[in-house]
T-cell receptor, first 110, second 114 residues
Framework: KNEVEQSPQNLTAQEGEFITINCSYS?????LHWLQQHPGGGIVSLFM???GKKKHGRLIATINIQEKHSSLHITASHPRDSAVYIC????????????FGKGTKLTVNP | GAGVSQSPRYKVTKRGQDVALRCDPI?????LYWYRQALGQGPEFLTY????????KSGLPNDRFSAERPEGSISTLTIQRTEQRDSAMYRC???FGQGNSPLHFGNGTRLTVT
């Protein structure tokens, strides 16, 4: 059974701090997604990656396939980054089914 | 429209009634996914389609839940004989498919079974 574990569950930071959210999974995957869920409930896809590293603005996502681990980094965090960040993985068995982590709630204080 | 559209936005129904939730994906998106999200939890996979074909329905909790996408565009998730435990946010997402393109999520339907 594929388990997706995120840490920490909750994270509070001061504006400007560097943030790291971790995701570990237990089976082979074909892709990993990082999603952002706003306080209002909407979900936005941030990254989809299967190897290496991707960067978009202040956000960086990395994945280590051998270690079955991914990290999402936020540089120069801002209160508007406050949201729940969700990791989801797609197995390598041919289905596009995603297994989701429980999310990391980030609060950035001014 | 430009995004994934779900309707209704909110649905309150009495236990035992049937409900139908609609998802209108982004035009041209091949894949359509249904998820359920309980309060304070991450989303949970229900089922997905490529075009009109239902590829994986392993996440549907029981046979009261069904989904269809007859023309490869709009999809309907139907819950028969609703129970209180079915109360949740039901989310739809779509993508260009093949498991290698980003997901675009709708705003969801909040279902409350009383």
């Amino acid at each position: 059974k594929n388990e997706v574990e995120q840490s920490p569950q909750n994270l509070t930071a001061q504006e400007g701090e560097f943030i790291t959210i971790n995701c570990s999974y237990s089976v082979g995957i074909s892709a990993l997604h990082w999603l952002q869920q706003h306080p209002g409930g909407g979900i936005v896809s941030l990254f989809m990656l299967s190897s290496g590293k991707k960067k978009h603005g202040r956000l960086i996502a990395t994945i280590n396939i051998q270690e079955k681990h991914s990290s999402l980094h936020i540089t120069a965090s801002h209160p508007r980054d406050s949201a729940v960040y969700i990791c989801a993985v797609q197995g390598d068995g041919g289905s596009e089914k995603l297994v989701f982590g429980k999310g990391t709630k980030l609060t950035v204080n001014p | 429209g430009a995004g994934v559209s779900q309707s209704p936005r909110y649905k309150v129904t009495k236990r035992g009634q049937d409900v139908a939730l609609r998802c209108d994906p982004i035009s041209g998106h091949v894949s359509l996914y249904w998820y359920r999200q309980a309060l304070g939890q991450g989303p949970e996979f229900l089922t997905y389609f490529n075009y009109e074909a239902q590829q994986d329905k392993s996440g549907l909790p029981n046979d009261r839940f069904s989904a269809e996408r007859p023309e490869g565009s709009i999809s309907t998730l139907t819950i028969q004989r609703t129970e209180q435990r079915d109360s949740a946010m039901y989310r739809c997402a779509s993508s260009f498919g093949q498991g290698n393109s980003p997901l675009h999520f709708g705003n969801g339907t909040r279902l409350t079974v009383t």
